[in-house]
């Protein structure tokens, strides 16, 4: 079991920025993809942005390309989500989420997603 605790979230300014982190404890993150999520009230959780096993692949949510970037440190079993040029509608609860031991690759999906942290609120004032 992989307990997932997220923090960094606040308010900020549109065009501002936000460093959120993900750190992981019981099993290591190492070997798993990971990836972050979102959701908004009354919304369904859409995916934001997910990164494999060593760093090396990360894809994104054409709503955040260029403006978000995926990083892990699986020494320090941390897992970050930088972001920049922060827009209103980038406000919501951001979730992280590791795939099983056995899932090295990146993903997309929510159900691709064994663990599960238990959100950090972004909100960015216009």
């Known amino acids: 079991q992989v307990q997932l605790v997220e923090s960094g979230g606040g308010l900020v300014q549109a065009g501002g920025s936000l460093r959120l982190s993900c750190v992981a404890s019981?099993?290591?993150?190492?070997?798993?993809?990971m990836g972050w999520f979102r959701q908004t009230p009354g919304k369904e959780r859409e995916f934001v942005a997910t990164?494999?096993?060593?760093?090396?692949?990360?894809d994104y949510s054409d709503s955040v390309v260029g403006r978000i970037t995926i990083t892990r440190d699986n020494a320090e079993n941390t897992l970050y989500l930088q972001m920049n040029s922060l827009k209103p509608e980038d406000t919501a609860v951001y979730y992280c989420?590791?795939?099983?031991?056995?899932?090295?690759?990146?993903?997309?999906?929510?159900?691709?997603?064994?663990?599960w942290g238990q959100g950090t609120q972004v909100t960015v004032s216009s």
């Open positions: 989420a590791a795939r099983n031991s056995f899932s090295s690759t990146i993903e997309t999906t929510q159900i691709g997603y064994d663990y």
């Open positions: 019981r099993r290591t993150i190492a070997g798993r993809g």
């Open positions: 990164i494999n096993w060593n760093g090396a692949i990360t």
